[in-house]
Every structure is written in C-alpha cells, then in structure tokens.
C-alpha cells in the first residue's frame, strides 16, 4: 500500500512551492508542478498525496518567515529518512548545520564527512537535497567562489544567499 504524504502549496513570489511531509516531518519542497512528475516521485516511489493545509500550515508558516527575513533557523521536524542512501542523508546533516547568512564548499562538506570520496560525491548528494531552504544547500558553493548550480536554477541560489545576507545583522 502507497504511504500518504500531505501536501499543500504557498507562493512567495516569484515562486509558488510544493511541500510535502509525512506524519513524521517535511520530506519535500519543490515547485507547483513538480508533483505530478518528477523528481518529488524519484524521491519517493509509491506515495498517495493528499491536499491538507492544516498539517502543512507550519512549514508555509516558517518558509514565509524566511523568505520575510524573520526566520534564521528552521525548527519544524524534518523526514528524510527513507531519502537517498546514508551517505547522501550524512552529506546533508552537514549541509543542515551551516549557519544562517555564511557558505561553504562542497569540498568542506566533503573534510567533514570520513568516508566521502571527493567533492563531486558530496556535490551529487546535495544535488538531490528533498527539502530545500529548510536544509539550506543554497549555501554550499564551489571553491571557486562560484556558487554552482541549484534545482531551482543559479539566478535563484544567488537570490537565497544575497537574501540571507541582507538579514544576517537583522534583530528579529
């Protein structure tokens, strides 16, 4: 039997987003539209979706907190546990630590994971990150000082960190 995940959407422009969570926590966030197809069912095969803003009313909540520059850390429970495999789900504890308005790069990620083999296997695995801002992989950047791509384009990626920037020295 296919497992619910909940669903809901929100816009904050120039976006409206696609969030999901199972009973446990948020497990997606994407664009309206990407829940008919990919990639939130190459995430999760053999998910019902069902439409229920009470359950996702949290996430919205916070994500347009962030988005206000009101939210620095994100505190609703997240589930990625049936997400990648152990290392991809590792790579992204890492990612999920970094603070608010700084970046690091893929080959940082990379030191602090044992058993990573390069930063092109870290770089993969915060490709596939489920649940952008709310595990912040906009901020993990080339050594380059470029900030590399992103699922919701490079344009987007610099948005984020220029957004988190501008709030850093915020008091709220």
């Given at each position: 039997m296919?497992?619910?995940?909940?669903?809901?959407?929100?816009?904050?422009?120039?976006?409206t987003?696609?969030?999901?969570?199972?009973?446990?926590?948020?497990?997606?966030?994407g664009?309206?539209?990407?829940?008919?197809?990919?990639?939130?069912?190459?995430?999760?095969?053999?998910?019902?979706?069902?439409?229920?803003?009470?359950?996702?009313?949290?996430?919205v909540?916070?994500?347009?907190?962030?988005?206000?520059?009101?939210?620095?850390?994100?505190?609703?429970?997240?589930?990625?546990?049936?997400?990648?495999?152990?290392?991809?789900?590792?790579?992204?504890?890492?990612?999920?630590?970094?603070?608010?308005?700084?970046?690091?790069?893929?080959?940082?990620?990379?030191?602090?994971l044992?058993?990573?083999?390069?930063?092109?296997?870290?770089?993969?695995?915060?490709a596939?990150?489920?649940?952008?801002?709310?595990?912040?992989?906009?901020?993990?950047?080339l050594?380059?000082?470029?900030?590399?791509?992103?699922?919701?384009?490079?344009?987007?990626?610099?948005?984020?960190?220029?957004?988190?920037?501008?709030?850093?020295h915020?008091?709220?």
């Amino acid at each position: 039997m296919a497992e619910v995940f909940y669903y809901d959407y929100v816009t904050i422009k120039p976006w409206t987003y696609f969030l999901t969570a199972s009973e446990f926590g948020l497990t997606y966030v994407g664009l309206k539209g990407d829940e008919t197809v990919s990639p939130i069912f190459s995430f999760y095969t053999h998910r019902m979706l069902v439409r229920d803003p009470k359950k996702l009313a949290p996430y919205v909540q916070q994500l347009k907190e962030y988005f206000a520059g009101t939210r620095k850390i994100f505190d609703v429970p997240l589930d990625i546990s049936e997400f990648g495999t152990e290392f991809q789900r590792r790579a992204l504890s890492v990612v999920e630590h970094i603070p608010y308005g700084s970046t690091i790069t893929y080959g940082d990620v990379a030191t602090s994971l044992p058993d990573a083999t390069s930063s092109r296997s870290v770089a993969h695995a915060v490709a596939l990150n489920p649940v952008l801002m709310f595990i912040p992989d906009h901020r993990v950047i080339l050594s380059n000082d470029r900030v590399g791509t992103y699922r919701l384009g490079q344009k987007e990626k610099i948005r984020l960190i220029e957004l988190e920037k501008s709030h850093l020295h915020d008091n709220s």
